[in-house]
C-alpha cells in the first residue's frame, strides 16, 4: 500500500496526560476542606470537559486525542480525592506550626535582617506560590512544622543559609 493515503499525525505519539503535583511514595495526602473542595470542583470540571468532547464529531482524531488526555486526568484525580485526608484545621494545636497553619517568618541571619515572609500549609494540590500557599513536602515547610512562637529555623534557600524567627501563628477555619 502507498503510503501517500496515510495520515502522517495519526501515527504520531500517544498524548502526555499532564502530571498532578507530586506526592512523595508513602507520603499521606494531607488536605485542606477548602482543598479537598478545589479537587472536587476539578473533577466537575473535567468530567463537563468529557461530555463535551463525547459529544463533538468533528475531527476523531483529535476527539480521540482530548478524550484520552482527560480521562487520564480524570483517573488521576479521582485517585488524588480517594487518598487524600482531610485535617480539620480547628483540631491543629494554635501555638505550633502544623499543618493548615499561617505563618509569618522573620530572618535573623543570613539574609535581609528584618526581612518577613508569611504563607499558609497546604496540600501538594493547594500549593500555589504566587498565592502564599506552600505545599507540607516543601522544604520550608518541613523546616518550620512543629516550631512555636519564637522559636528559630535555618533554612537552606539555594547557597545561602538563611536564620529565621517565627513570629506568627494563626488557623483560618
Do not use: C, W
Request: aromatic share 4%; charged share 30%.
Amino acid at each position: 500500500m502507498s503510503r501517500a493515503f496515510v495520515k502522517e499525525d495519526d501515527a504520531g505519539q500517544p498524548p502526555i496526560i499532564p502530571p498532578r503535583a507530586a506526592l512523595p511514595p508513602g507520603v499521606t495526602n494531607y488536605v485542606t476542606p477548602h482543598g479537598l473542595e478545589q479537587l472536587r470542583t476539578e473533577l466537575t470540571e473535567l468530567e463537563t470537559a468529557r461530555t463535551k468532547a463525547e459529544a463533538t464529531r468533528d475531527d476523531d482524531a483529535e476527539r480521540t486525542r482530548r478524550l484520552t488526555i482527560l480521562n487520564g486526568q480524570i483517573s488521576a484525580l479521582t485517585q488524588r480525592i480517594s487518598s487524600a485526608k482531610v485535617i480539620d484545621l480547628r483540631e491543629q494545636p494554635a501555638d505550633e506550626v502544623r499543618f493548615g497553619a499561617t505563618v509569618s517568618l522573620k530572618t535573623v541571619s543570613g539574609g535581609k535582617s528584618g526581612f518577613t515572609r508569611t504563607f499558609t500549609i497546604v496540600g501538594v494540590d493547594e500549593a500555589s506560590v504566587e498565592k502564599g500557599l506552600i505545599a507540607f513536602v516543601a522544604p520550608i515547610a518541613r523546616a518550620v512544622q512543629g516550631l512555636k512562637k519564637g522559636e528559630k529555623a535555618t533554612l537552606q534557600l539555594g547557597r545561602n543559609q538563611e536564620t529565621v524567627e517565627v513570629t506568627e501563628i494563626k488557623y483560618e477555619t
